[in-house]
């Protein structure tokens, strides 16, 4: 029988081979896996903003002017929409804290002193 | 050659051939058997791929409901936001669901045709179950679901039910910028307003498109001119808040108005009209500002120049009045605070048909304006235009504009005198322009004589302290088939604040006021549109970031002199 001679550098090129082999196998799975991800966050990602776009319009759709203005008329009874008169060009013209029994006259509403005193009372 | 060496002849011919053959039978061997081999290798290769990594990454992204990858279709059905200058949202594509059913795969149609009519109250048990019945692959159930009753119908669980996703137009601000914003149909195609004259760009583009509206103005406006319509039970109305040096409208409102999300079918009905636009009205004495101007600019007639107003005119057959006759000479300041048509036509009689032609076109009242949406009104003109057209078209009769273009002319004589072009959409740079229409001096001596309006004249209701208004009033009788009707009327105010150095051109007009208790019977501009524009600045000034100047001088003061004393007693 013939001597079955392996060279050493088939040995090494087999090997390589199949290592090769293995690792585009390795690396085309990876990047299977990988572009399967990025599809599934591109995916999250479209959700989100679509979901940001309904919340936006949502709230833009809340805050719109009319509705707004009805509920401060609802619910701020003590505040009302500012006149002319009411804006001070200066801040200076606004009272100090010490002289709040003159200048509470002028600039506080006329329900709402009504209402603090009234919690006075409670307490 | 075998009897010499027989067996080793024999061995290598037998040798010789058989190895041949033998090294032929198993190359053959070694060769199917290295193909099998790898072709059971491939198999396990692919069930590891397929079973193991495949199978496990991929029950993520296969669950109901799930937004499904971008197709043709819904590309194209996507539109780009509508802004507002302050970034509110106007006109916004949402990613919708549509309910379709395929009555093959539909399991239990009875109880799926009794849970859909429960989810929905406008859709009948009845005929959905003969749909759900029917031999057809494909039936429509419902249109843009909310996400609730998204959910709603995944708990009836039928896996005949199908959703299909699409964009579709929403506006959060409703009829608020209705005739401005405009409208899309069902297959995202715009029909009105920016939608439609910037349907291509607004397909294309994914980034928001900015106008220059502000909603919080916008409501104001439509708020105040609402009430007066309902106050005084008039047709319709239409105002118009401009910057007077960009031409930015800051609000424009037209009523009545309608929902964009369900437009009128039929383009004809007064809801789908766009006065402040597409809407031409013969807008009377507010004109005078443009005669009186043109006046002042091209004769350079000094304010004492007294007019008399003692005769009516009469020219061609008709004869012009005036409504409130002082009959007696008036100077010029006093012509435009008390509206004498006769007095404005004397002047328009020292202009001359040129002249005042010339000075209309310079403002742009004589031809279509360039605007950003398309439903745009040609003015009408008189065609020919003879003697007697300058003479009613001084006072504003004869010669219908839009109200944009009134406004807009009006921020031109205010400004400076620089011209101004309307703009809808926002622009990078301020578009200020360079066209000199009228002089400063011109300009100031307009602003004086408005405020004078004002101050003592027949818009004394828009006197909003601090914010000082001026402008000029404008009743007209309403041309209705070629007769001039006494009871129908349009009830214009235009004007800017503030007038020492304006910065908005305000614009109310009132289609067909009808007089009510309050206003002593009287349905005029004065009564009409005046009280409302005192509304509108006032609630506006804070917004606008304007300080209220309560100790200012009012710049109709040196106009006083040239007023007498008796005028204002009625």
């Known amino acids: ?76 009874k003590t505040m009302e929409p500012v006149a002319p008169e009411d804006l001070l060009k200066s801040a200076n013209a606004v009272p100090e804290k010490g002289e709040e029994d003159e200048g509470a006259t002028q600039i506080v509403p006329a329900q709402y002193k009504e209402k603090k005193s009234e919690g006075d009372k409670t307490q | ?49 397929v079973t193991l990594i495949q199978g496990l990454i ?36 949402l990613k919708t669901a549509s309910l379709h059913a395929d009555p093959k795969i539909i399991v239990d149609p009875v109880e799926t045709a009794k849970g859909l009519s429960k989810i929905f109250p406008d859709v009948s048990y009845g005929e959905t179950l003969k749909k759900l019945q029917s031999d057809k692959r494909f039936v429509w159930i419902k249109r ?17 039910l199908v959703f299909d996703y699409d964009y579709q137009r929403f506006y959060p601000q409703g009829a608020l910028t209705a005739h ?118 091209q004769k350079k007639t000094p304010f004492t120049k007294k007019y008399d107003t003692s005769e009516p005119v009469k020219i061609a057959g008709y004869t012009i009045h005036d409504f409130h006759g002082e009959k007696r000479p008036l100077t010029i300041p006093e012509v435009f605070m008390v509206s004498s048509n006769i007095g404005t036509v004397h002047m328009a009689q020292e202009i001359g048909t040129d002249g005042l032609k010339r000075f209309y076109t310079d403002l742009g009242l004589m031809k279509k304006p360039e605007f950003e949406i398309d439903e745009v009104g040609s003015p009408i003109i008189p065609s020919p235009w003879r003697e007697v057209n300058t003479l009613t078209a001084s006072y504003g009769h004869g010669i219908a504009v839009t109200p944009l273009q009134l ?17 809808l959409v926002k622009q990078d740079e301020d578009p200020i322009s360079r066209t000199r229409i009228v002089s400063k001096e011109t300009s100031l001596k307009m602003r004086q004589l408005m405020r004078l309006v004002v101050s003592s004249g027949t818009a004394r209701k828009a006197d909003v302290e601090g914010y000082m208004i001026g402008g000029k009033t404008g009743t007209a009788e309403k041309n209705i088939h070629g007769r001039y009707s006494r009871d129908q009327r349009v009830a214009t105010f235009v004007g800017a604040f503030p007038i020492d150095d304006p910065k908005y051109a305000i614009l109310v007009m009132v289609d067909e ?17 005046v009280p409302a524009v005192g509304r509108i600045v006032s609630a506006a000034g804070s917004l606008l970031g304007m300080k209220p100047e309560t100790d200012m001088v009012d710049i109709s003061e040196p106009l006083k002199q040239f007023v007498s004393a008796k005028i204002g007693e009625h």
Do not use: C
Request: aromatic share 8%.
């Open chain 2, 58 to 93: 991929d029950d993520s992204d296969s669950y109901i409901g799930a937004p499904q990858a971008d197709n043709e279709e819904e590309q194209s059905k996507f539109r780009a936001d509508i802004v507002d200058r302050n970034g509110v949202l106007l006109a916004t594509s």
């Open chain 1, 1 to 76: 029988m013939r001597k079955f001679v392996v060279k050493l550098s088939t040995v090494f090129v087999l090997f390589l081979a199949i290592l090769s082999g293995s690792a585009l196998f390795w690396v085309s799975q990876k990047v299977q896996q990988l572009e399967r991800e990025q599809r599934t966050m591109h995916q999250k990602v479209a959700s989100e903003e679509e979901g940001i776009r309904v919340l936006t319009a949502e709230w833009d759709y809340l805050n719109r002017p009319d509705r707004l203005e009805a509920l401060a008329a609802r619910y701020l």
């Open chain 2, 407 to 423: 406004v807009t002319a009006t921020s031109t004589i205010v400004n400076g005198g620089l011209k101004v072009t309307p703009h």
């Open chain 2, 513 to 529: 006021p009808h007089p009510n208790k309050s206003s002593y019977g009287y349905a005029t501009a004065g009564w009409v549109a």
């Open chain 2, 144 to 160: 843009n679901l909310t996400p609730d009753e998204q959910k709603k119908i995944l708990e009836l669980g039928d896996p005949g």
């Open chain 2, 180 to 297: 401005m914003v405009g409208y899309d149909n069902i297959d995202g195609k715009g029909l009105a307003g920016i939608e439609r004259s910037f349907d291509h760009l607004l397909r294309q583009s994914k980034d928001p498109m900015k106008l220059t509206l502000d909603v919080r103005l916008q409501h104001i406006l439509r708020r105040e001119i609402k009430k007066a319509i309902s106050d005084f039970t008039a047709k319709a109305g239409a105002g118009v808040i401009m910057d007077v040096n960009t031409g930015e409208i800051l609000a424009a409102t037209s009523l009545p108005d309608f929902n964009p999300h369900a437009p009128s079918a039929d383009p004809k009905d007064p809801e789908m009209f766009n006065r402040v636009t597409l809407g031409v009205y013969e807008l009377g004495s507010t004109f005078k500002i443009f005669t009186t101007a043109a006046l002042l600019e």
């Open chain 2, 1 to 49: 050659m075998s009897r010499k060496s027989p067996f080793a002849r024999l061995t290598i011919r037998i040798m010789g051939e058989k190895s041949g053959n033998l090294d032929l039978v198993r190359g053959r061997l070694v060769l199917l058997a290295t193909l099998f081999v790898v072709f059971y290798a491939g198999v396990m290769v692919r069930l590891v791929d």
